[in-house]
């Protein structure tokens, strides 16, 4: 259980930094700011893989988008891969009793 809680806040804050970033871009916060800069920076590097999967017109909303895939897909990632932890831990418990002699 405390494998999946984990893999399920890593799969929440790495979309928290994502949705920050599309709101601190479609806002049009300060990109020389320090901590827009680096929550940009870091966001970018997340969305990595689904960059310009969709092309639309429109800066902003190419951006969210695109980033709001990216998010969407880390939490259904994050919450598959929990989901098979906790089936995991509880498949091995399981079985792992079966195949013991008293």
Do not use: C, E
């Amino acid at each position: 259980m405390g494998l999946a809680r984990l893999i399920r806040t890593v799969a929440g804050l790495v979309a928290l930094v994502i949705v920050l970033g599309i709101l601190l871009f479609v806002l049009s916060a300060n990109p020389h700011n320090a901590i827009v800069s680096d929550i940009h920076d870091a966001a970018n590097w997340l969305v990595g893989p689904f960059r310009n999967i969709f092309s639309v017109k429109g800066q902003k909303l190419n951006l969210a988008l695109n980033w709001g895939l990216a998010a969407l897909v880390y939490l259904l990632l994050g919450g598959l891969l929990a989901s098979l932890a906790v089936r995991g831990v509880a498949g091995g418990r399981r079985f792992g009793r079966i195949g013991r002699t008293a």
